[in-house]
């Protein structure tokens, strides 16, 4: 079946530090990767996206790197800030509807 | 504009009684998708809706699970004889690009069942 996994379910850094969120994928003809940021009580909020085509994409202070090799995906956080704070998933397309990563909670130390 | 709508945003209901979880898309978003996401955990795919009909309702866990879309908008999913295992944050998406799209998710409803 498809899995989407994640190596680390929490991660802390210091405030101005760079983060790196790290997901592993099964399913290699998974052509499209989702970053979502969740934070308490609220829902998936999208981050950045990227397809197949590409292996690196940047956003305002997010860049995701996509390995299709070794079937990983990363989600780079430049300058981590206290609002920052939240768990991530990764995702993958599958079938129409999209496969989610246990998530990844980020904590700032100050 | 307004993002995605659920309502109620927390329900206690009693064992084995049923109840109704309501979504309203974002206007014009022809897909729309129900996640189930229990404490601590990744989102459970539930069912999908493009347009009226649900070309994929696998993730439904039980018969006791349904949904309905109508006007290609407002979605419900319903829990018949609920049970405590049915706890947990039903999340609804929409988007309106197609498979390789990011969906928009509104906050969900918090489900306890005593």
């Known amino acids: 079946g498809e899995s989407v996994g994640l190596h680390l379910p929490t991660l802390s850094v210091q405030e101005g530090d760079n983060s790196i969120i790290n997901c592993a994928y099964s399913?290699?003809?998974?052509?499209?990767f989702i970053w979502y940021k969740q934070e308490s009580g609220k829902g998936p909020q999208f981050i950045i996206d990227?397809?197949?085509?590409?292996d690196k994409r940047q956003g305002q202070r997010v860049t995701v790197l996509l390995n299709k090799t070794v079937k990983h995906l990363s989600l780079q956080i430049a300058a981590t800030q206290p609002g920052d704070s939240a768990v991530y998933f990764c995702?993958?397309?599958?079938?129409?509807?999209?496969?989610f990563g246990q998530g990844t909670r980020l904590t700032i130390n100050p | 504009g307004a993002g995605v709508s659920q309502s109620p945003s927390n329900k206690v209901t009693e064992k084995g009684k049923d109840v109704e979880l309501r979504c309203d898309p974002i206007s014009g978003h022809t897909a729309l998708y129900w996640y189930r996401q229990s404490l601590g955990q990744g989102l459970e795919f539930l069912i999908y809706?493009?347009?009226?009909?649900?070309?994929?309702k696998s993730g439904l866990p039980s018969d006791r699970f349904s949904a309905e879309r109508t006007g290609g908008s407002v979605s419900t999913l319903t829990i018949q004889r609920t049970q405590q295992e049915d706890s947990a944050v039903y999340l609804c998406?929409?988007?309106?690009?197609?498979?390789?799209?990011?969906?928009?998710f509104g906050n969900g409803t918090r489900l306890t069942v005593t």
């Open positions: 809706f493009q347009g009226n009909s649900a070309p994929d």
């Open positions: 399913n290699s003809a998974s052509d499209y």
């Open positions: 995702a993958t397309v599958g079938a129409q509807k999209l496969v």
């Open positions: 998406a929409s988007s309106n690009q197609g498979r390789n799209s990011p969906l928009h």
């Open positions: 990227i397809r197949s085509n590409m």
